[in-house]
């Protein structure tokens, strides 16, 4: 291949529009359901699978999020199905007897996915995609790596789609850590990556690691729209709107993906590379089970206020301070705010600060935001830019630390959380009275 697949995204931009090669634009006789449901064995399981029937030479193999299924993936594959691809909207949970859980992963058989892909091509001699997103995408890119070991001849697999993947591993490290799986993997890649998303900061790392594994690797910024956009019961205006659109960012993925080679061998992991799922969920995140194993210098800060002022954490020496990263349109956010307040009103005269770094959003808005929506008075930082983020990790929105008074990190926290139970408070008074 003489060009990247960028370059090729961008001379092609126009298509989005216009009806896919090699794909039927007569859908053939879809029903406007799921024509064809299934029961399927996969991994070892009966696993449920909804057929939307179509007459193209493609097949979408749909994997959902930790979520589940959703009114919103059948909306889409009703879409796809009318401009004549075919999906398979896949649900292992139900076929795995496991609650729909960003830890089910770690102990579904990732051999699901290479079932499934052979069943799929076997039922209609197509080419398969795959399609996943959020948490789900550690375990299917294990389960298309062993299924690229199985077949290393096949050429049916024709590429994966990947809707804001989050594929680092969690662990706290000096920068972020990646799933070896990654670095494994060598499927052409589309990534379709919401824009006010804490994954959109992951985007250049997992684009370069999948791309040290031999992958192509296209991907296109959905701005103005949060994570599972699609089937939020919260959607706004603009998310409803792109979601009208979304099917066709999917049929332009596969267009893409569909110009690359299929047949690729993957490299062959190192005997002592551990592949086993381990799926980070932050989903019950407390405070008390984010201790670090031993303090260290927190990075530096330095961001200007509402009222104009530069602010600089080390200026903080010799006080407790909670650094919290947060944008207005994340409801966790919103959610802790009034405890952060009730937090640093009680603790204010022993020594505690709060600073709320705003990510990505311009003054205006957060203006209105302070005063329509939360009425706070901690200190809020811009950062318009997002440049903090080269220096702290923001995983999750909102994510916390807490610095103790001599500068060094304490605590860490991916989510939100009531800052003002009982065991927070105490904790944070045990770092007041070092």
Known sequence: MTRSLAVVLLSLVALLGTPLIALAQDAGDPTGAANAAAIIEAGGAEVPVERYRADGDAVLLWFPSEHGLRDGHRTQALALQAIGIEVWLVDPFSGHFLPEAASSFDDM???????????????????????????????????????????????????????????????????????????????????????????????????????????????RLLPGIRDRFFFRPDATAGEQLASEHFHREIAFGMEMLSRLPRQRTPAVAEADTDLAVRTPTGSDAQLNTNTLDEPVAAPPLERPDLAGDTRRLEDYRGEV???????????????????????????????????????????????????????????????????????????????????????????????AIEWTEPGVIDQIRELLDE
């Open 109 to 219: 058989p990732t051999t699901t996915v290479a079932d499934l892909i052979e069943s799929a091509h076997a039922d209609t001699g197509r080419a398969v995609f795959a399609f996943g997103h959020d948490r789900a995408l550690p375990w299917l890119l294990t389960g298309l790596y062993q299924w690229q070991l199985a077949h290393p001849d096949a050429d049916h697999l024709a590429g994966l789609l990947m809707a804001s993947p989050y594929l680092h591993t969690g662990v706290d490290t000096e920068g972020t850590e990646l799933q070896a799986i990654v670095g494994l993997t060598n499927l052409p890649v589309y990534i379709l990556q919401p824009a006010q998303s804490p994954q959109r900061q992951q985007l250049g790392r997992i684009r370069a690691g999948l791309s040290e594994g031999g992958s192509a690797v296209g991907a």
């Open 321 to 415: 301070v909670l650094v919290n990263f947060w944008a207005s349109w994340c409801p966790p956010c919103v959610h802790e705010m009034p405890s952060m307040q009730l937090l640093e009103d009680e603790l204010r005269a022993e020594g505690f600060r709060i600073l709320a770094v705003n990510l990505g959003e311009d003054e205006a808005t957060i203006r209105r935001f302070i005063e329509d929506e939360v009425q706070t008075d901690f200190t809020i930082l811009l950062d318009p830019d997002q440049a903090s983020l080269n220096d702290w990790r923001a995983m999750a929105y909102p994510t916390s630390y807490v610095i103790d008074r001599e500068g060094q990190l304490r605590y860490y926290l991916f989510g």
